[in-house]
């Protein structure tokens, strides 16, 4: 243990005074906690971009996604000095007045895969994975596409103030109203499993049972969708209950190789660390500019327009993944 | 500041400042410092590590009251969920549109009644305090998740920003914990009160017999800890401009910590305001040491876990010792 | 006759009371709750807990609490994690072993801090819940196990059934807890871990080893947290280093003290901590039905805690006054 501890000493130490004499960008990623295997697959797309361009990366995240908790680690990061913080934030607001202080320091703050909503002020660009105003319409198409747009279908999300999740849980709702297309569906409830997997169990066991004549669940979560799978799987009801939603191609390759899940939706986390880096060196190295209506191009990705709240997208729509395909990815 | 050293210490020879554990306290007070320093050059300034006392100031004041708590023979483990149910709750009292003058005093009297729940079921019930903090920690965060839901809820733009409030260049928080502690201190070490506290935690039934109102004592003090919790909690909302019911999440751990490492005997009796002072101080230098250095937090998890079981083995140690 | 009217009259009774009276005021208003499906969901629902709980009780009774199951938990199942994914060749109930067996060694270190050094068992284990789970994320490099590393077998134990239908976590669960009873009944170990918790001074005169019980205690408490450990896999199909295992001591305590064990040591049955546990279940499983959001979980959970706690007080106090009376 003690040999342990003075070797990493040694190897903290030597990180960062090679860092101080490094003339690359120093970029880190703060992401939302530590063991979230969503974010294995984004900082990939950062250190494999800063193989190839001129940036130093380093990620670092809490142990627990409470509000607060990442505020120490950015206080960390102005005082290493870097010059570009990316970070998942775990709150929308709490972190406003830390972000101002890093930016006073001429740090450039770029919130990656989820934005501070309502308080964008305070951080210089976002980079979402998609746009986000079309992901309800693009889920209800696909639930619709499995059940034969017909019959009741629920909703199970995260939390019910996660912000994300409620944008297009709205965008679910507003198509289902208006498109005539989905007449013939009904959205009989949304439930919230709070990203736990027990709770998500339940809540789609209970779902279950309180609507019988139920024909398709979207979950917009990655916990949520598992757990939905799991139940549909073990109770053997796959052919007559379609669970689909956002999630991981790693975490549901099994539900999907078994026949549970026909088809789920997903971006790539990977080219959101790839967009992330290359941007950050380019505002920095100069050769980019973070301004609305700009374009710039990125390796791979082609030309990303800067929308309006300096929002960045990777991907105009979602990619979706069944049995033809998933295993091309591997995240 | 020798005069918080407690009335059974009456060996004045600067040896038995060996036996005291605030020695052990400041020893590696000292080393962590040193450790910090070689561990990231970025670590030794004094600004930023004021700075880094702020995010934990809330704990460390509260930490202060609940060392008085311990060496009366309690203890308290729902200080935390306190400030996270107070945060919220004076929150939510101002966002819904009463005077900022209003949700302050009532979220200083939830700090008032969530204190002497926890008197009332442990003196008046004499349920084990530790037993019944855990039980209302779980129901005080539970009530803030009933009140807040998921969702931050911010305060005015004005009330932001107690920590960027300078006294001589100290942040506010740390100079309102520094006077707490000088406080505290002359309280528990000068005082008949404070020497009834040490004499309630020693040995209950003898304080009885010698005619100390022990249960009025305990009552006070987890009453007092209540309300310091809820003060702090809305120290919490200006330092972070809004509150969620996961504020100070797992704080419990973080002022038992403080309380062991300063030298507090767990079976009460024992331990001063000047060592969890110190503890304090060198919690904050330990974890922003890591955390600058960019070490994973799992390690500080770890690092947490055995600091506190080293130092209650140290403290216990110490005080066996001291005894023969 | 006589045991009948011995369990209707002790806390036992009370608890099986309340799961009647709360399952029919939820049946009354939302009448599918009272089906088969219900009792599936309540009882695939309390596994992890009815084996924690168990463990917990002897901690208990012994007169310690024991705070960092689920780190222990957490960390078991990650040994074992790691091991299904970097010897995917591997017999997979060797998993089962090695998860226990993990358990039983963070349960033994606890024992150790706990009698060599006579610390109290609260402040002990209060610290071993973050340096467990602080060793969980190092040993995991922070990754999760995901559902593709988690043998399908394993998974398949929380669905395929031996016998009528009923999932393999489940008739485990209720083996530990038949094991427990067996244990207290009618072992000399179990004896002893009451006559500890009643009177730890006395224990020593009556020729017991304390240290030596207290030690198995803690080890068990590991070694069951284990077991809930590689159950946790096979429910969940992953591993996850901050997820698995959190705040699942709270859940266990909440359990074991409705269930009437008490927190002084020495008192408290299997039975009890049995109907203790379904009633958590039913709750837990009843709330997402009502449509009562997650939110408010926490706060039941304290209250149904603090209200346990005083029903625990006022029939002591009846009993200690009882004694007296015949004694007069």
Redesign the interface.
Known sequence: MIKKTIL??VA??T???GM?LSEDIDI?FIGKN?GNPYFDSLTQGFVEACDVIACNF?F?????A???SQ???I??QI???VDVIAISPN????L??VFDAARAKDILVLTVNGDITGNEEHRDATILPTDFTKVGADQVEMVGSLIGYEGEVAILSA????PDQNFWIEGMNKTLETDSKYSKMTLVATVYG?DQPEKSTTEMESLLANFPKLRGVIAPTTVGIAAGAQVVQSRGISDTVKVTGLGLPSEMRDFVKDGTVEGFQLWSPYNEGWLAAHFSVGLKNGSMENKVGGTFQVPNLGTITINPGNSINTQAALTTFNAANIDDFNF | MTNQIPSLYHKKSWRSLFNRPETMTFTLLILALV?AS??????L?VN?IL??FT?TAELSIAALVLTMVIISGEIDLSAAANIALSACIFAYVQASGAPMTLAILTGLFAGLVMGSLNAI?VIV????S???T??????????A??IA????I?VPEWF??VN?KMVLGVPFPVVIFTATAIILGLVLGTTIYGRQIYQVGTNNTAALHAGIKSNRIKFGLFVLLGVVSSACGIMAAS????V????A??GE?QM?LMA?LGGTY??GGRGTILGTFLAAWLLVIV??GM????????????????L??VA??AT?FIYSRARR | MKPILKFLSGREAGIFVMIILFCTAVGIYKPHFISSNSLRIILLLVPLIMIGAMAQMLVLVARH?DLSMGSMLGFSAMVAGLMYRDMPEIWWPIGFLVAVGTGAVLGLFNGL?VTI????S???T?????????????ISD?RQINRANIPSELKAMSQTSPIFGIPWIILMSFAIALLTFYLVRYTQLGRQIYAIGSNPNAAPLRGINVTKVTLIVFIISGALSGLAGIMYASRWGFVN?SNTGMGFE?QV??AV?IGGVS??GGVGTVLGTFLGVILLGCVAAALPLLGI?G?????????V??IA??ID?SVRQRATANTKRSRA
Not at chain 2, 125 to 128: F, G, H, I, K
Not at chain 2, 149 to 152: I, L
Not at chain 2, 239 to 242: A, D, E, K, P, T
């Open positions: 990493s000493t903290a130490f990180l960062a005074s101080a880190v530590t380093e670092v995240a809490p142990a627990t409470e509000a607060t505020i120490p680690f206080e960390a005082q290493r000095g709150s929308p607001d709490a406003n007045q939390t019910t103030e996660a709070d | 450790g070689l561990l990231s050059e970025y670590f300034d930023y700075r880094s995010l079921l019930y004499q349920l084990p530790i037993i019944v855990i039980g209302t920690l779980i129901f005080y965060r539970g009530l998740q009933v839901g998921d969702k931050s911010r932001i920003g960027t330092r972070l401009g809004s969620r019911y996961d504020l999440l797992g751990l038992v062991m767990i079976f974890s922003t955390t600058v250095a960019n070490l994973l937090p799992a390690i500080q998890l770890t690092v947490l876990g055995l506190l079981i209650i083995i216990n | 609490v801090l050094f006579n610390l109290p609260i402040i002990v209060l610290g071993t819940l973050n340096l467990y789970r602080g060793l969980t994320f190092i922070a280093p709270f305590i909440a003290v927190i002084n959001p939110t408010t979980q926490s706060a039941i959970y304290g209250s805690i603090l706690l005083l007080r």
